[in-house]
């Protein structure tokens, strides 16, 4: 009897599981950009939904866009995939909107690349007051890499292809706003993401 009760929870939480998921949720569908938005709207051409659920962003004309989700968040774990298509490339992600950004790529300033970094010269600590040396060990130039990024108070941890990066303590961070992918301005860049998905914690 006993073991068919525990066959019984068992399978009882199988299905909770099945039935509730991870809670994670796409930012990306894989089909269309809808919950997106170009800024400056004018280069929207920049941002494309390819074949295989991709979002490519290239910019030939070297001008400067973000796409940003039309929803604002606070707290969360966000993932994705990324593949960088040019030898020089300048984007990342803006956790909650305008201001601190990990970035994916090479810096302007610094020229040298600065993957999963934290770009924050809002806070007076320097330009990229979370680094780290472990980006030419981790980073899979040209290849499909995975950036793991959580948000937590005014606190930034990023991991990259499972290994943790930066943890980072903002001062003048967003306490909300949209999620944000850019195109530098004055470099010729393409790059792709996939498997977009949102933790909210």
């Not at 796409?67 to 990324?82: A, F, G, S, V």
């Not at 899979?140 to 005014?154: M, S």
Request: proline fraction near 3%.
């Amino acid at each position: 009897m006993k073991d068919l009760m525990r066959i019984g929870m068992l399978l009882t939480v199988v299905f909770l599981a099945s039935a509730f998921g991870t809670g994670c949720n796409k930012l990306f569908d894989g089909k269309t950009l809808n919950g997106w938005e170009c800024d400056p709207e004018e280069v929207a051409s920049h941002w494309q939904v390819k074949k295989g659920k991709i979002l490519h962003g290239e910019n030939s004309d070297k001008k400067g866009s973000m796409l940003w989700t039309t929803d604002e968040y606070i707290d969360y774990e966000l993932e994705l995939d990324y593949q960088t298509l040019t030898d020089d490339y300048d984007t990342g992600v803006f956790p909650r909107g305008e201001g601190h950004q990990v970035q994916i790529g090479i810096s302007r300033s610094l020229q040298k690349d600065m993957t999963a970094c934290i770009y924050a010269p809002k806070d007076d600590r320097g330009s990229y007051p979370g680094q780290t040396d472990k980006v030419a060990e981790f980073h899979k130039l040209g290849e499909w890499n995975h950036l793991k990024i959580i948000v937590t108070g005014k606190r930034i941890q990023t991991i990259l292809n499972g290994e943790p990066f930066v943890d980072y303590e903002g001062i003048t961070i967003n306490d909300k706003g949209p999620i944000g992918l850019q195109l530098h301005q004055g470099v010729h860049m393409a790059v792709q993401f996939k498997n977009i998905t949102i933790k909210e914690l």
